[in-house]
């Protein structure tokens, strides 16, 4: 069967004016996921990214000699949209992160306030260009072309975000999107997910796999 393997981005950078760009702590994860992905034997006869610079740049670390193609089916949900639409005064990000500084734990309420502006998306609030349905959709039609490119006993690589992966594993557990809400706060930064195609269609084998960190400090989900 071929195999793709689905690779969340390493850490971008959170608490900066620009997050899309990896943290110090993310260069050195997707480094270490290159490490992993060598040792586990994994040969790429295609490797895809969304067109983020953090796709980018894990990509780049983590597989240097290869060439990764961009298919903006993997990029993520526009982020900065649903947090607006959630609370408007947010479209200036310095004000967010004022506001959330001043909580005390700055990411955990970061987390509180996006679980709502998620949850008004997905329950299909008005203001956004993308909707939920919509997002989920693309993000299983960008696995199944890749599938299509694939031949029997190939793999494919794809550094893409946890809001995708999480789209997909739910389609194919479910068949349909009611996992998303759950699968997306988890998802971890370079973890892997596995999903072999073969005269059967699309299966998930594995979910969020992040061995790779373990013993170390360079878990996150953020």
């Given at each position: 069967?071929?195999?793709?393997?689905?690779?969340?981005?390493?850490?971008?950078?959170?608490?900066?004016?620009?997050?899309?760009?990896?943290?110090?702590?993310?260069?050195?994860?997707?480094?270490?996921?290159?490490?992993?992905?060598?040792?586990?034997?994994?040969?790429?006869?295609?490797?895809?990214?969304?067109?983020?610079?953090?796709?980018?740049?894990?990509?780049?670390?983590?597989?240097?000699?290869?060439?990764a193609?961009?298919?903006?089916?993997?990029?993520?949900?526009d982020?900065?949209?649903?947090?607006?639409?959630?609370?408007?005064?947010?479209?200036?990000?310095?004000?967010?992160?004022?506001?959330?500084?001043?909580?005390?734990?700055?990411?955990?309420?970061?987390?509180?306030?996006?679980?709502a502006?998620?949850?008004?998306?997905?329950?299909?609030?008005?203001?956004?260009?993308e909707?939920?349905?919509?997002?989920?959709?693309?993000?299983?039609?960008?696995?199944?072309?890749?599938?299509?490119?694939?031949?029997?006993?190939?793999?494919?690589?794809?550094?893409?975000?946890?809001?995708?992966?999480?789209?997909?594993?739910?389609?194919?557990?479910?068949?349909?999107?009611?996992?998303?809400?759950?699968?997306?706060?988890?998802?971890?930064?370079?973890?892997?997910?596995?999903v072999?195609?073969?005269?059967?269609?699309?299966?998930?084998?594995?979910?969020?796999?992040?061995?790779?960190?373990?013993?170390?400090?360079?878990?996150?989900?953020?």
């Amino acid at each position: 069967m071929a195999v793709i393997y689905l690779v969340r981005h390493a850490q971008a950078s959170f608490r900066q004016a620009d997050y899309d760009q990896l943290s110090p702590q993310g260069e050195e994860q997707a480094t270490v996921l290159g490490k992993a992905l060598l040792a586990r034997g994994v040969t790429a006869d295609l490797v895809l990214r969304g067109s983020m610079r953090r796709h980018a740049q894990t990509a780049a670390l983590a597989l240097a000699e290869a060439t990764a193609e961009e298919d903006k089916g993997f990029d993520e949900f526009d982020h900065t949209e649903l947090i607006v639409a959630h609370k408007p005064a947010y479209k200036r990000r310095a004000v967010m992160l004022a506001d959330l500084a001043r909580t005390g734990h700055p990411e955990r309420a970061f987390q509180q306030m996006f679980t709502a502006a998620t949850q008004r998306w997905v329950e299909g609030g008005d203001g956004y260009t993308e909707t939920f349905r919509a997002f989920c959709e693309r993000s299983e039609a960008a696995v199944r072309r890749t599938a299509e490119r694939l031949g029997k006993g190939e793999t494919a690589v794809v550094f893409t975000s946890g809001g995708p992966i999480a789209a997909v594993v739910s389609r194919l557990l479910s068949g349909g999107d009611q996992l998303w809400s759950r699968l997306n706060p988890i998802t971890i930064n370079t973890a892997i997910t596995k999903v072999v195609s073969g005269r059967s269609g699309l299966t998930v084998v594995s979910y969020n796999e992040h061995g790779h960190l373990d013993g170390t400090e360079l878990l996150s989900y953020r």
